[in-house]
């Protein structure tokens, strides 16, 4: 496929998933103070109880244009599936642009991961008041393209260096991660320009990446002992193939069995997509780590 053929289909994808009007979740609540740190759950459709728990964290490159109201079909579509949801809000990055480009910032430090690590402390609380009826014991991750990032490293938080205010002293309860399209090697994905230097803004620039991608980048927390699957389109644009491989190949490396699910001809938002074949795959991957 021409490298124009391509973005015509991202661009098609990309129109497909952000047709959908937003899906109100059956409740919200907050775990912290700002505005942005909000978790809004979605009960399952068919009224069941005991139902596993899928936490999905929203992708867009860590961008503040992005927030979880884009990712609301995908966890209604999820809730439909029998699954009790928490979509976590979190803060992203300044709206303002760099000055040498006119993507807005991505990512805050160290606040994004504050609020990560933060709403996944607070989650057993919050699903007891909140969704009483799901099984707390049963929690999968999901998340999608810097989602994907994130959700990967909340299952690593006890494998993060000494000193990290985010370490955790024992593994997450987790049943495990579904990363889907994930932002999951921080060198290749700088070395690709993924998100047009996304993982740079992130981690506050040159200045501070080497400190820095050691507390965050997915590739460095290996093994977790987490039960991880990714998901990756063969034809994603956005985050390229390449990116997902080299986290598995890193994985392999750490002693970890990581597996990896190939969409041919899928490409970065069918994923995330209630009208797009990709998204029930996702469902069943999820479903397998759940029950």
């Known amino acids: 496929m021409s490298d124009s053929a391509a973005r015509d289909r991202d661009a098609a994808e990309n129109e497909s998933a952000f047709s959908h009007p937003p899906v109100a979740p059956d409740t919200s609540a907050a775990y912290g103070s700002d ?159 993924v998100c047009s230097g996304a993982v740079g803004q992130l981690l506050g620039g040159e200045e501070d990446f080497a400190a820095r991608s050691p507390y965050a980048d997915p590739a460095a927390l290996l093994p977790t002992g987490i039960a991880t699957t990714v998901v990756q389109g063969t034809t994603d644009v956005d985050v390229p193939q390449a990116v997902s491989e080299a986290f598995v190949d890193a994985a392999a490396k750490a002693g970890e069995t990581v597996g990896l699910t190939l969409l041919p001809d899928v490409g970065h938002f069918p994923l995330i997509d209630p009208a797009a074949d990709a998204c029930a795959v996702v469902a069943e991957e999820l479903a397998q780590l759940a029950w």
Do not use: K
């Open 35 to 193: 505005p942005d740190q909000l978790i809004d759950f979605y009960a399952p459709r068919d009224g069941r109880t005991g139902a596993p728990v899928v936490v999905v964290l929203h992708g867009g490159a860590w961008r503040a244009p992005y927030d979880r109201r884009h990712v609301s079909p995908f966890a209604d579509f999820l809730a439909r599936r029998g699954f009790a949801v928490a979509n976590v809000e979190y803060r992203c990055g300044s709206g303002i642009p760099q000055q040498r480009g006119s993507d807005p910032v991505a990512g805050r430090w160290p606040e994004t991961f504050d609020d990560v690590a933060t709403a996944m402390d607070a989650l057993p609380e919050l699903l007891a008041r909140e969704l009483p009826t799901a099984d707390a014991r049963r929690i999968v991750v999901t998340g999608h393209s810097a989602g994907g990032q994130l959700a990967l490293w909340a299952a690593a938080r006890h494998v993060l260096p000494e000193g990290s205010p985010w370490r955790l002293p024992a593994p997450p309860r987790l049943r495990g991660v579904v990363a889907l399209a994930p932002i999951a090697d921080f060198a290749t994905a700088v070395g690709l320009d």
